[in-house]
């Protein structure tokens, strides 16, 4: 990401699927603070994680079962002046 808060990275399923699970490998520079939402459409979301103390390494979030077409992950705040980097994602 660029070299400050609030960046966010979006997947685009292309149809609605059935989500209950992300994991995140983190790089070191990696979001301090940081949220997981959900959409059907791209334009209305909902919160399903929210994270406000990132160890690092690989961190896994699950939720109930929902139909969504879209996953944002929002880094808030970085632990770093770097910006935010990630090695590898997994939604199920």
């Given at each position: 990401?660029?070299?400050?808060?609030?960046?966010?990275?979006?997947?685009?399923?292309?149809?609605?699927?059935?989500?209950?699970?992300?994991?995140?490998?983190?790089e070191n520079a990696r979001a301090?603070?940081?949220?997981?939402?959900?959409?059907?459409d791209g334009a209305t979301w909902?919160?399903?994680?929210?994270?406000?103390?990132?160890?690092?390494?690989?961190?896994?979030?699950?939720?109930?079962?929902?139909?969504?077409?879209?996953?944002?992950?929002?880094?808030?705040?970085?632990?770093?002046?770097?910006?935010?980097?990630?090695?590898?994602?997994?939604?199920?």
């Open positions: 990401s660029r070299h400050r808060d609030g960046e966010w990275i979006q997947f685009d399923f292309g149809r609605e699927r059935e989500v209950s699970k992300i994991a995140i490998d983190w301090e603070a940081y949220t997981v939402e959900l959409s059907r909902s919160t399903v994680a929210t994270v406000t103390h990132n160890e690092g390494g690989r961190q896994t979030h699950s939720w109930n079962r929902q139909k969504a077409r879209c996953l944002r992950l929002t880094g808030v705040t970085r632990n770093t002046g770097y910006g935010i980097s990630i090695f590898e994602t997994d939604i199920r």
